[in-house]
């Protein structure tokens, strides 16, 4: 930018940011020091990404993924997503799991951009019924739209496919029918014949619906998550052991994951490391 001509001779206007987190930009490309906030984060990693300097967006990521919370974590799944930021987007998601009616009840989820909304029913495991998942959906729409009461084309007009992405067929009989008398207007009557034999024939496709019948709480399906918490007080100047694997296959149904705390900033260190953990599959009775 400096060594060609530019078409600007005296000056370069910079339209598309304000000035105080352009400067907090210039801070950290020329000195490496930033000043990050909840209000200017995004703006700056904007910056980071326009102007291809990575570092920026890695330092505001690790900002945003220290600070979240119930409260901002859809919002941030937004800037996760828009700036290819991975490992900020697996902390939101973990956050979205493990803490999803927070998540769903928060202003900020209930403001969320259509495509954070569409990506939360993507997700395989969250901590709610799908019936509450629906639910959550309506009041989106109906603060979007700022109206109560719904038509099945203003929901399409803001839910559009995402709407198809609810497991109605994970639903019994008696949790679907407790949406009819509220929302029955908005499924048409093909709509309804689909659900009802996804609901009663697992063998039965939907040309519309999603086809996954897997129950996103349920704790026999495929990929539940168990936060398990471990409190160590190792002694001072204690020896450091070999890192435990972030995998590992106990039987051929059961896989323990390890994940990084989302909410401990990655500045604070582990004070202890574990040598050996074991798991022990208890027989029912």
């Known amino acids: ?24 930009f210039l801070q950290f490309f020329y000195f490496g020091q930033v000043q990050l906030t909840t209000e200017n984060v995004s703006k700056v990693m904007y910056l980071g990404e326009k102007y291809n300097v990575a570092e920026c967006l890695v330092v ?10 119930d409260d ?3 919002r941030n799944y937004g800037l996760a997503t828009l700036f290819n930021q991975e490992d900020l987007k697996r902390s939101c ?15 900020d989820f209930l403001s969320c951009d259509p495509k954070v909304l569409a990506k939360i029913l993507r997700l395989n495991w969250l901590s709610c019924t799908e019936v509450e998942l629906f639910e959550a959906c309506m009041s989106w729409v109906k603060t979007a739209t700022e109206k109560n009461d719904l ?25 679907f029918g407790t949406l009819v008398p509220t929302y029955g207007q908005l499924f048409t009557t093909t709509e309804y014949v689909d659900i009802i034999q996804m609901i009663t024939n697992k063998e039965f ?17 495929p990929g539940f998550m168990y936060e398990i918490r471990l409190e160590q007080n190792p002694p001072e100047n204690c020896a450091i052991g070999v890192l435990l694997k972030s995998k590992v296959e106990i039987m051929d149904f059961i896989t ?21 953990l074991d798991f022990c599959q208890i027989e029912k009775l």
């Open 1 to 24: 930018m400096f060594n060609g001509t530019w078409k600007e001779k005296d000056e370069v206007e910079i339209a598309d940011s304000y000035a105080a987190a352009f400067k907090e």
């Open 60 to 69: 505001c990521s690790k900002f945003v993924k220290n600070n979240l919370n």
């Open 72 to 74: 901002n974590v859809c």
């Open 93 to 107: 998601e973990t956050v979205i799991g493990l803490n999803t009616n927070a998540v769903l009840n928060s202003i």
């Open 151 to 175: 038509t099945k084309e203003l929901v399409q007009a803001q839910l559009g496919d995402s709407l198809y992405n609810i497991r109605f067929g994970s639903m019994s009989f008696e949790e």
């Open 205 to 221: 496709q939907s040309n519309k619906f999603n086809q996954n019948r897997e129950k996103r709480c349920d704790s026999d399906s």
């Open 256 to 276: 323990i994951q390890f994940y990084d705390d989302p909410l401990i900033p990655d500045d604070i260190s582990p004070t202890g490391l574990i040598y050996q």
